[in-house]
Nanobody, 122 residues
Framework: QVQLVESGGGLVQAGGSLRLSCAAS???????MGWFRQAPGKEREFVAA????????DYKDSVKGRFTISRDNAKNTVYLQMNSLKPEDTAVYYC????????????????WGQGTQVTVSS
């Protein structure tokens, strides 16, 4: 069982920045990690993913150039740096862990955090 705890969400004005963190409990094998988000009335959608080594990353088209996913395996922590935030980025952000390689669909992940709210005001 892997426990994931997100932090760093909050309220920010459009154009601002936030950095989300996802701390994972220690595991016997390093998982690939992903960030997803879910806005009210919408399905959960892929935001970014990173391989277990950090050598490969993938992003949703609308966040490319604005968001950066990274990880520090020594700290069992994954980050999502979000710059130039827009009101349409408002959602609950979830991190997830996968032991079968990173993926862009939610069912590719084995464990999920509880989510952290990000609200971007116009």
């Amino acid at each position: 069982q892997v426990q994931l705890v997100e932090s760093g969400g909050g309220l920010v004005q459009a154009g601002g920045s936030l950095r989300l963190s996802c701390a994972a409990s220690r595991t016997w094998r390093t998982p690939a990690m992903g960030w997803f988000r879910q806005a009210p009335g919408k399905e959960r959608e892929f935001v970014a993913a990173i391989s277990w080594s950090g050598g490969n990353t993938d992003y949703k088209d609308s966040v490319k150039g604005r968001f950066t996913i990274s990880r520090d395996n020594a700290k069992n922590t994954v980050y999502l740096q979000m710059n130039s935030l827009k009101p349409e980025d408002t959602a609950v952000y979830y991190c997830a862990a996968s032991y079968s390689g990173y993926d862009i669909i939610p069912r590719g992940y084995d464990y999920w955090g509880q989510g952290t709210q990000v609200t971007v005001s116009s």
